[in-house]
């Protein structure tokens, strides 16, 4: 198992932290085999790790009219123009295992504009990278083009979210130097 990675910050001990977390974090060692970096960094900090759970999973856990791997997706291209390596490598992992695709990934954190995806999903991460990288500029012709994909309002928000907690987690992912689980790499690359 790797050790957990976090330079600048202390990693508490899972049998330290309080019951919640503690229990949260074997639950997910229990369902993946390994507790991800980003829940032994994040814990350093209780509270702020409940808030950040809290909104990750109602951004991404939920049901609407983006699919989970969609969601990834997102998350994958936005890390990758955000520089954040382990929310490449984690996200990009579980993109491989929700799209049931080994290639995806890889092709959406190099270059998601000649990634083997529709066009829908083209004009959503177009939309999700000028959140990540210049929201400023947003402007009414943004929501006309994304809308003219079939999204929602609800899903345009939801875009829009994912894009920007993610700017948030990759940019402490980047402050602590969290490193990815070495299980990540391989993880949806090859048949089990």
């Not at 997910?28 to 390994?34: I, N, T």
């Not at 969601?71 to 994958?76: A, G, K, P, Y």
Request: glycine content about 2%; hydrophobic content about 45%; overall charge neutral.
């Amino acid at each position: 198992m790797t050790q957990p990675i976090a330079k600048r910050f202390p990693t508490p001990a899972i049998a330290s932290l309080p019951d919640d977390i503690r229990t949260r974090l074997l639950a997910v060692q229990e369902k993946s085999g390994f507790v991800p970096n980003v829940f032994l960094t994040l814990a350093y900090r209780p509270d702020e790790f409940r808030a950040f759970f809290a909104y990750h999973d109602a951004l991404m856990e939920k049901d609407s009219g983006l699919s989970k791997a969609e969601r990834e997706m997102i998350v994958v291209a936005t890390s990758a123009a955000n520089q954040c390596h382990y929310c490449v490598i984690a996200h990009g992992a579980i993109l491989r295992i929700r799209a049931k695709n080994p290639l995806l990934a890889d092709q959406i954190a190099v270059n998601y504009r000649k990634a083997d995806i529709t066009e829908r999903q083209r004009a959503m991460l177009d939309f999700a990278m000028k959140v990540s990288t210049a929201a400023h500029r947003i402007s009414e012709a943004d929501f006309t083009e994304i809308a003219h994909h079939g999204f929602s309002d609800d899903d345009i928000w939801d875009i829009a979210a994912i894009s920007a907690f993610f700017a948030l987690s990759n940019r402490m992912a980047n402050v602590t130097a969290m490193r990815p689980n070495d299980e990540f790499y391989m993880m949806g690359r090859l048949p089990k």
